[in-house]
């Protein structure tokens, strides 16, 4: 595999995740667990993409594999047009470092740092960041960067989890559960952050849920049962996440 590289191409609309085919089995035999089951899905760069689907679907198994966090046993992933399946450990190192930012449904701070020395950690690493309180003045917290989690709310820590994801400039921000531990009205503001991301930085946007009234704020709307994409639509017109309710 060539060094990952951004694609000079001019088609359109460019791709820039793709998974094909892919499969995902854990166990062997008659306890076998198929996660995933022949999965295509190709993100554009720029969109924000909705991934619905009820518990077992198999929507957090494909945001790992498409993050370089777990490898398919079957099927591939293409970054850019480049596959990742035979990168090494250190490729696929560099390009969770380099391109791909996570939120995940735990804010995963790390209690004794402030906000803006939890944001520090990423950026400490990346090749081209953006300042710590700069990150964090994107999502409204930079009068909050000195304080501490405990200091915060459930949707600040979010926030600053956001903050933390995006410091680094990835190209691709996947989202896991990220309203799950929210109360509906601080879930919007955390939805409302991400919107400005996707919007503001071009930032290609997944968020994996749950929750069918987040759907409307996408671009499309990808729908997950067993271990396969049964739905795939796109959203005329997105819904601003100040008017979603649930």
């Not at 679907?57 to 993050?67: E, W």
């Not at 990808?222 to 005329?236: H, K, P, Y």
Request: aromatic share 4%; with cysteine.
């Amino acid at each position: 595999m060539e060094p990952l590289s951004r694609s000079n191409s001019t088609s359109s609309p460019p791709a820039i995740l793709r998974a094909v085919k892919l499969t995902k089995v854990y166990g062997h035999g008659a306890s076998a667990v198929h996660a995933l089951r022949g999965v295509d899905l190709s993100l554009v760069r720029g969109e924000l993409v909705v991934l619905l689907g009820p518990s077992g679907s198999g929507k957090s198994t494909l945001l790992n594999i498409l993050g370089g966090l777990d490898q398919p046993t079957g099927g591939e992933v293409l970054f850019d047009g480049q596959p990742l399946s035979d990168a090494d450990d250190d490729r696929l190192t560099r390009f969770r470092r380099e391109r791909v930012g996570f939120v995940f449904q735990f804010y995963n701070l790390i209690s004794s740092l402030t906000a803006v020395e939890n944001v520090a950690l990423v950026t400490e690493i990346a090749a081209n960041p953006m300042s710590p309180r700069e990150a964090l003045d994107l999502v409204g917290l930079a009068e909050r960067a000195n304080h501490f989690p405990a200091e915060l709310s459930g949707g600040e820590q979010q926030r600053v989890a956001i903050a933390r994801a995006i410091a680094k400039r990835p190209e691709i921000l996947l989202c896991d559960e990220p309203t799950g531990a929210l109360d509906s009205q601080t879930g919007v503001v955390v939805l409302e952050v991400i919107e400005r991301i996707n919007r503001e930085v071009g930032t290609t946007s997944l968020i994996i849920t749950h929750n069918v009234s987040i759907a409307g704020m996408a671009d499309r709307v990808v729908t997950m049962a067993d271990g396969r994409i049964v739905e795939d639509r796109v959203i005329e017109t997105r819904v601003a996440p100040s008017a979603i309710t649930w």
